[in-house]
């Protein structure tokens, strides 16, 4: 069968190694190795020189790791997929690509808290400038892009917020503007939504999350999809002559990765292989699980209000369902009366994991205003709309009436 008929999990379960194994592994082996031999120096030279696609040094590729990263390109049908050690490591080590001092990027206050640090404190420092706008509003995107824009930045649904963009909309912008469009869309896997029929131009993944398996691993993905022409891009122009749709990766992987030193390590590369694996059956199980709660959470008295895109009350509802169906992710958040209930609610809890991170196999329970984004002012958390009164459920695999008598009991 032509590998392109195939569906994602036989993409995903069938994408051949680099290289046969001599012993017939069904799993690619770990190659716990720093460094790799050569039979003369002229085959070293060209190795080192990229001439050829041999192993060299595991800082900069691996073949564990080289196999993890065909996987994802197979289902994503990317033009390049690199995968680095957290997903802060993808963020970072994309935007460093794109970006360079007296360089903007346009994006939303309402993000991930160290994402936002990360925009807001940590480009500012080396001459970047973030301009925050309401993404939602495609036209005050466009107002906020000029010639020293080097990309536009998103999430797909924005954490805690869960706020919705129009990515056809946003896209027609910075397409229009030539201006790349990178999106963090951690929180729908492959399995659920195809940035690249969006417009979206790199993406950005979180492996720790749906791929790891169960929160196996930290891991991040920079995926891409050749779909971008780089000659506007003052940073990237001097390479399209040489890799044309392809000069960011090749700035990515032959400078930036090379020397932040982010490459992903070949132990996670093999669990987060694992974890791709059974990533569609555990998504499916997880976001059903959670519009079921979504669902039951909106009749109880002692809940102000739940936030699920999925629900036909949300205000994303129809905008959520074109771009992700009708599950849109295993994350969920509600509102009670006050900080002191959340806190009494979170103490209550006798099943659900009171834990940070996101799609576990165990149903995780956490109050962002405190955590995620505790340390930053009740002035930053009022512009981020980051409340109190929230808290961010992460569904897992449990059964569902298990887990809602857990949440019924805790709300008293």
């Not at 195939?6 to 995903?12: D, P, R």
């Not at 027609?172 to 030539?178: K, L, N, P, R």
Request: charged share 20%.
């Amino acid at each position: 069968m032509n590998k392109e008929e195939l569906s994602i999990n036989g993409k995903i379960l069938h994408t051949p190694f680099g290289k046969e194994d001599v012993y017939g592994a069904l799993n690619m082996p770990i190659y716990q190795s720093a460094a790799f031999e050569f039979n003369t120096a002229e085959e070293m030279e060209a190795a080192f020189k990229g001439q050829v696609a041999d192993h060299t040094y595991s800082r900069i590729t691996n073949p564990t790791v080289q196999y993890f990263e065909s996987r994802v390109q197979s289902i994503t049908d990317a033009l390049s997929v690199t995968a680095v050690n957290s997903g802060m490591a993808a963020i970072t080590n994309a935007i460093i690509t794109l970006a360079r001092t007296g360089s903007n990027i346009v994006t939303s206050q309402h993000l991930f808290g160290n994402t936002y640090s990360f925009f807001a404190t940590t480009l500012a420092s080396f001459g970047v400038e973030v301009r925050f706008c309401d993404l939602k509003n495609p036209v005050e995107v466009e107002s906020n892009i000029d010639k020293n824009t080097c990309g536009v930045f998103l999430e797909i649904i924005t954490n805690p917020q869960l706020e919705v963009a129009d990515l056809k909309a946003i896209s027609a912008v910075t397409g229009q503007h030539g201006v790349p469009l990178v999106a963090d869309t951690t929180v729908i896997p492959f399995c659920g939504f195809s940035a690249k029929d969006f417009g979206v131009n790199i993406e950005i993944v979180s492996s720790t999350k749906y791929i790891s398996g169960g929160a196996t691993s930290l891991g991040g993905l920079i995926i891409d999809y050749g779909n971008f022409d780089w000659t506007g891009s003052s940073k990237l122009n001097p390479l399209v002559k040489e890799f044309g749709p392809g000069a960011f990766t090749a700035k990515l992987r032959k400078e930036i990765l090379r020397n932040l030193g982010a490459y992903m390590t070949p132990q996670v590369a093999y669990l987060q292989t694992l974890g791709l694996e059974t990533l569609t059956v555990r998504y499916e199980r997880a976001t059903s699980t959670c519009l079921q709660l979504a669902k039951r959470l909106e009749k109880l008295s002692q809940v102000e209000s739940v936030n699920y895109t999925g629900l036909p009350t949300n205000a994303f509802y129809e905008l959520s369902c074109a771009q992700f169906g009708e599950r849109p992710g295993a994350m969920f958040t509600f509102d009670l009366v006050s900080r002191e209930a959340c806190f009494s609610f979170m103490n209550k809890l006798s099943l659900v994991r009171r834990a940070t991170n996101l799609f576990d196999n165990k149903t995780l329970a956490i109050h962002p205003a405190s955590t995620i984004f505790g340390t930053f002012s009740p002035e930053v958390r009022k512009a981020m709309n980051v409340s109190d009164k929230t808290i961010r459920i992460s569904v897992g695999l449990e059964d569902v009436e298990d887990l809602y008598r857990d949440f019924e009991q805790a709300i008293g």
